[in-house]
């Protein structure tokens, strides 16, 4: 009842326009997904047919090979592989760039020292330098190493453009943490390890798991470095999709490719929604 | 886990590396003598365990017959094939002299086969990264056709002008066909270059040709050359190197060919503005799909008949012959590089790929023309691969055969890409003597 109200309440309160501008906003999002979900299920779908002439269900038993998403969730277009191995090479990215970065941050927030600005400089360098420039060189190196082709050389060139974004979120966590808690606990008699397990942990927590989040998500979607480093041999969501619509046509497989693409993202943006966004945000960076 | 595995076997393989490519050495050089005997290096292969082969992963069929048919195969045979896909020939021609370059000798690099042809072939050949000539020395090679006295080893012996030396295996045959979208051209399809021209005076816009300097464009610039050779005598001269022909004869050669092709310009795709050529075959189905041209030119000799079965093309199409006598066959191959990491299951796996078995299914499933020739099998063996023939559509073979042409000599390729592009694509106002020698030097 009480929804009810407000949203009765917001109706009224928006001008048309601010409607137009709303319902404009919409469209623009979910607007490119109606034609690759309809794609997904056609056969054939030629101009100039506002919906498809022949649809995938009506072919389906004649086809001797499987079809759209028969095809999607067939082992041949390894949407499965890609997709295992985009979250293992996520989590072990996120978990490096973790153990990397929290020590860093912490002294970036709580020490001076000499060249400090010119170091945080130098830490976002990444974000500036051309994914491409940075993939070429470090190719020539890891073939000389062997760690072309591997998942740990994914691994490391993932960790090139995920630690700026890491620092910076944790050193301002850090900042909003405040010193005083963890002396607190020091006067009382805790160890140095039970101040990080039961003191600054949990309070870095919330801060913690946004930043982890955002790796994650910042990892799956590198499509460059992988394609690099992958040699076409680890196949992940982003270099399967570029292969299957590297031709500048959207079949009915590329489309389904395409929409199964787009679900870890989709559910990481649910979770932070719906665990996260108060927390982290609100204490991580409301200071 | 895994990342630990995987770098202790980095390490490994780093401190087992040279054994090993001793040892793979001299099994090369033993086979490619002739020394070795089939079960050994059957042996070799099962010891090895795998093989990676890299190949164009753009088509679903393609992927379906390979992980539907060839892996568990292969698998029979004790060797695990790893179908690598990757979106163009060249990242892994790339991949292979790069590690080459790196220092990476055989047994040591990660391509153990590509799927390649002309230039491709050629790059290869050229720096030297071939591991040598086993095509005429598997068990299956004597489905294909080796003598160089028949005239149909031609294609065997020869790609795109390059001698193979055995050093790849053919594997499939193709040929240039045209389809025409029936529903929307009534009357005969054009068969020449002029018929070409006045259908599309009276239609502006409605055909193009994929943009070279993929191979698919290349052929259809190869096909008008021939067809406008002012000495009349078509492809017959296209089959020389660069090297023998020089670049005054080529320039004298393909002028004709590509005042034709700048004459067409204005009347393709987008007539009218800027003349509009799709990037690669995929997106040229799209166009043709949509009815945006009414003719579709690529390799596919049974391309009709599975876009058909597929929903890739309209419903109405159907094969025609055009360019009437220059219509280009040529064959495509598995290529060994000098540097495979597993050279034995490499050549079990080109051994299986020649078999009338797999050739029958991949002609099934994935439409792919035999690379092997029918004329060197049993009737029951070349019943098999008609039977699994998916069908042509509104020509006859006899019709394809009667106007069949060669490809052109890679050399040559090189330097009509890069006059195409000059010429056609910048607009160069330079004659086309100049931009021909220009190409040639640059070449060097």
């Not at chain 2, 594997?171 to 399809?189: F, I, L, P």
């Not at chain 2, 540097?339 to 050739?359: G, L, T």
């Amino acid at each position: 009842m009480a929804r009810k109200t407000s949203s009765v309440a917001l109706n009224e309160r928006l001008g048309p326009y601010q409607k137009l501008y709303l319902l404009l906003v919409a469209g623009f999002i979910l607007g490119p997904f109606i034609p690759l979900i309809i794609q997904s299920f056609a056969f054939r779908w030629a101009w100039p047919d506002l919906l498809p002439g022949t649809w995938w269900l009506e072919q389906r038993e004649k086809s001797i090979l499987p079809l759209a998403w028969d095809y999607v969730i067939s082992p041949y277009s390894q949407v499965w592989e890609a997709t295992l191995n985009t979250i293992y090479i996520g989590c072990v990215v996120t978990v490096i760039c973790l153990i990397i970065c929290l020590p860093a941050a912490r002294v970036l927030a709580r020490e001076r020292f000499k060249g400090k600005p010119a170091f945080e400089f130098f830490l976002s360098m990444p974000l500036i330098v051309p994914e491409a420039a940075i993939g070429i060189a470090l190719l020539m190196i890891f073939i000389h190493i062997g760690l072309a082709g591997s998942y740990t050389g994914i691994i490391i060139v993932h960790l090139i453009p995920t630690i700026p974004y890491m620092i910076r979120m944790l050193t301002a966590v850090y900042q909003g943490l405040g010193r005083d808690f963890e002396e607190q606990a020091m006067i009382l008699g805790a160890s140095r390890w039970q101040i990080l397990r039961l003191v600054t942990l949990p309070m870095l927590l919330p801060g913690v798991v946004a930043g982890a989040l955002f790796t994650f998500l910042v990892s799956t979607n590198i499509f460059l470095l992988t394609f690099f480093m992958g040699q076409g041999k680890i196949v992940t969501l982003p270099t399967l999709l570029f292969s299957k619509i590297s031709g500048g046509t959207l079949d009915a497989s590329a489309a389904g490719i395409t929409l199964v693409v787009t679900v870890p993202g989709i559910i990481l943006l649910l979770i932070t929604e719906r665990f996260i966004k108060e927390e982290a945000f609100g204490k991580g960076f409301g200071n | 886990m895994r990342k630990t595995l995987l770098s202790l076997s980095v390490i490994g393989s780093l401190m087992a590396g040279t054994a090993l490519a001793q040892d793979a050495t001299a099994f090369r050089d033993g086979f490619v003598a002739g020394d070795v005997s089939w079960e050994d290096v059957q042996t070799r292969a099962k010891e090895e365990g795998e093989i990676n082969l890299y190949y164009w992963g753009g088509s679903d069929k393609i992927n379906i017959w390979m992980d539907s048919v060839a892996v568990p195969a292969l698998a029979a045979e004790g060797v695990k094939l790893n179908p690598v896909r990757i979106t163009g020939t060249k990242d892994a021609v790339d991949l292979v002299l790069a590690e080459k370059g790196a220092g990476k000798g055989l047994g040591e690099g990660s391509v153990d086969a590509i799927w390649v042809n002309g230039e491709n072939f050629a790059t290869l050949k050229r720096q030297d990264a071939l591991l040598g000539a086993f095509a005429d020395k598997l068990p299956n090679s004597v489905n294909i056709e080796w003598n160089p006295e028949d005239p149909r080893a031609l294609l065997n012996l020869r790609d795109f002008g390059v001698e193979t030396n055995a050093s790849e295996m053919p594997w499939s045959g193709q040929q240039y066909v045209c389809a025409v979208n029936t529903a929307r051209v009534s009357g005969d399809a054009p068969s020449t270059f002029d018929g070409m021209m006045s259908y599309l005076e009276a239609n502006p816009g409605k055909f193009t040709y994929v943009k070279p300097p993929h191979f698919i464009g290349n052929t259809f610039v190869q096909a008008a050359m021939y067809a406008h050779n002012p000495d009349g005598n078509g492809a017959v001269p296209f089959q020389a190197s660069i090297g023998e022909m020089g670049a005054a004869e080529l320039a004298r050669l393909i002028t004709p060919g590509f005042e034709y092709l700048k004459a067409l310009e204005p009347h393709l795709l987008g007539a009218g503005g800027t003349a509009r050529y799709p990037e690669d075959p995929k997106a040229l189905d799209g166009l043709f799909l949509n009815g945006e041209i009414d003719f579709s030119c690529q390799f596919g000799l049974y391309g009709v008949a599975t876009g058909l079965r597929d929903g890739t093309y309209p419903e109405g199409a159907e094969q025609f012959v055009f360019p009437e006598g220059n219509m280009i066959k040529n064959k495509n191959y598995l290529v060994i590089p000098g540097n495979a990491p597993n050279p034995a299951a490499a050549m079990v796996m080109a051994n299986y790929m020649a078999s009338v078995d797999s050739q029958a299914t991949k002609l099934e499933i994935a439409g792919m023309p035999p690379g092997i020739d029918p004329w060197r099998l049993s009737a029951e063996d070349s019943a098999k691969l008609d039977a699994a023939s998916p069908g042509l559509v509104g020509v006859t073979q006899a019709d394809l055969d009667a106007n069949t042409a060669p490809d052109t000599n890679a050399t040559l390729v090189d330097v009509i890409e890069a006059t195409w592009l000059e010429y056609i694509e910048r607009d160069s106002s330079e004659s086309i003597e100049a931009i021909v020698a220009n190409a040639v030097a640059n070449l060097k």
